[in-house]
């Protein structure tokens, strides 16, 4: 038979299968021989005592042999003669509402401005090395989008959404390793992204999908308030009575394009700040409460949330063991991220800390309506770039001078390649921004001791945590409020917050579709 469990056990023992083993066995209360196999179902990080715990479920076989089963495969139907969808964009919502629509039997075209997965990186060196930018290839746009190099964290609050672990499954399907359907924090990495993408384009392909890459578009073909297709910069017209618009938080010149056309967009607040830079070490030995992590436990992450006069100031997109990376998607300004790879193990942690947005904040941008949110992203990040030096290098403040408004005298070097330039970080952001993030970072280092150092560097700003638009659609049928057959989908319409909850966004925006071409949708 088969029994569930649920245990804390120590690192060490949640590494040695014989040691869960004996544990299940005395917690069962049955002789060890008993027991078969063990799964582990879920598992998590308990660090709030100082001794460091792993919450595990276990599914126990007692006296039952285990027979693993061969995981059932996704049903995809062959679709080079279906009807044709187009999907603009293949990032995570795009790519999977691509793989729903083959499911139910439509044919996706993916049109997508950037390059493929292996030739973006060829432009992400740039960046790096030369500082130049390709509007059209860099780290938001291109095969996979946002997620693909800067991270591909799994972690998602979403779960009202939908089925999560459908979509942890088609990952796992596609090659990502089985534990992400396990940990309570699940990650890929950015070494192993790429693969995973390709196998995810190698399905879409195989079974009658069309992906464009170099392909932008430029246009929306619209008769009556209906949709017919779509143009690219070729002056290349794509027709289909259906068009998923899944670009991404910052595809500013689809903004700009539904502004001029008269369709309806919408300002929507968002947060923006600073990405600041640890030893991981340091990390560790606040949230372990010890000197070294050991041999059984990953590298450390943190959440932090504080309140500043009634603004949230918090973490984002924690990268444990990562990287900073240079994330401008246009000449001219400086943006930043960050990621990790699959084992964490680089020697520095990243983190964005950012400040709560209001629509009330975008005021002195009324004049350009709902792109008011744009355009003060747009101020922040080529003032970044002017006070860089007009090069892709970073402005940069040690932490404590940060918090006390001092220019810093040097900046130790950090894990963002293009380099920093030392700069009061005042001049780059608003002072709303800057007070509030001053007063954070002290509260900060109230709650973790050892946070609050000189030796820590931050690197501003973090200015694309979500998109600074929403593009208004029906709740039900999820379709544009005005455009008939336009689906605005996933983080770049405002419905979405990162690869999880932008593939499941994608998923439902297929089975509309479907519904709206009168194809059956099982439940």
């Known amino acids: 038979m088969k029994k569930e469990l649920q245990i804390q056990v120590s690192p060490e023992e949640a590494h040695f299968e014989d040691q869960l083993l004996e544990i299940a066995a005395r917690e069962l209360k049955l002789s060890s021989n008993r027991i078969l196999h063990l799964n582990i179902k879920k598992r998590s990080i308990d660090a709030r005592k100082r001794k460091v715990k792993i919450n595990l479920l276990l599914e126990v076989y007692v006296d039952e042999k285990f027979n693993p089963q061969t995981r059932s495969k996704t049903n995809f139907q062959e679709v080079h003669n279906a009807e044709s969808v187009i999907v603009i964009g293949a990032g995570p919502a795009g790519l999977f509402a691509a793989l729903r629509l083959i499911e139910l039997g439509l044919k996706p075209i993916i049109v997508e401005r950037g390059k493929n997965v292996r030739e973006r990186r060829r432009d992400l060196a740039a960046i790096t090395r030369f500082h130049t930018v390709d509007p059209d290839s860099n780290y938001c746009f291109g095969e996979g989008g946002a997620g693909t190099y800067s991270d591909g964290k799994l972690y998602t609050r979403s779960k009202k959404r939908g089925d999560v672990n459908r979509i942890l499954q088609l990952l796992i399907e596609h090659g990502a390793d089985e534990n992400i359907a396990i940990d309570a924090h699940p990650h890929i990495g950015t070494n192993k992204l790429p ?106 992450a943190y959440s932090v949330v504080k309140q500043v006069k009634n603004r949230g100031v918090y973490s984002f997109c924690m990268c444990p063991g990562g990287v ?45 309506g709902p792109l008011a949110g744009v355009e003060f992203q747009k101020q922040i990040e080529q003032t970044a770039w002017k006070l860089g030096g007009e090069t892709q290098r970073v402005p940069a403040q040690r932490l404590i001078d940060f918090t006390q408004g001092k220019t810093s005298k040097n900046i130790p070097q950090t894990s963002y390649i293009p380099g920093t330039t030392s700069v009061e970080l005042g001049e780059v952001l608003p002072p709303f921004i800057y007070k509030s993030l001053q007063e954070g970072f002290k509260l900060f280092g109230q709650s973790m001791r050892g946070y609050l150092t000189n030796d820590a560097v931050v690197h501003a700003p973090e200015s694309r945590t979500s998109s600074p638009v929403r593009i208004p659609r029906d709740r039900n049928t999820l379709e544009h409020i005005e455009i008939k057959g336009l689906f605005p989908c996933g983080e770049g319409a405002g419905y979405a917050g990162g690869i999880i909850s932008a593939a499941i966004d994608g998923e439902k925006c297929a089975e509309q579709v479907a519904i709206g071409l009168g194809v059956f949708v099982p439940e």
């Open 195 to 300: 693969k995973l993408i390709a196998n995810i384009r190698q399905t879409i392909l195989e079974w009658g999908g069309e992906i464009l890459f170099n392909t932008r578009v430029v246009d929306l073909l619209i008769k009556e308030k209906q949709i017919t297709g779509v143009r690219t910069q070729n002056n290349d017209k794509i027709e289909a009575r259906k068009v998923i618009l899944a670009t991404g938080h910052s595809a500013r010149d689809i903004f700009e394009l539904l502004y001029r056309k008269n369709i309806k967009i919408e300002a929507k607040p968002f947060a923006l700040g600073v990405r600041v830079e640890h030893s991981q070490q340091l990390i560790d030995q606040i949230q372990y409460h010890c000197d070294a992590r050991g041999d059984y436990l990953p590298a450390a």
């Open 324 to 368: 900073i990376a240079p994330c401008a998607t246009a000449p001219g300004e400086v943006v930043t991220n960050g990621w990790s790879p699959s084992k964490r193990d680089q020697p520095s942690s990243n983190s964005g800390i950012v400040v709560e947005l209001s629509l009330d904040d975008f005021k002195p941008y009324l004049a350009f």
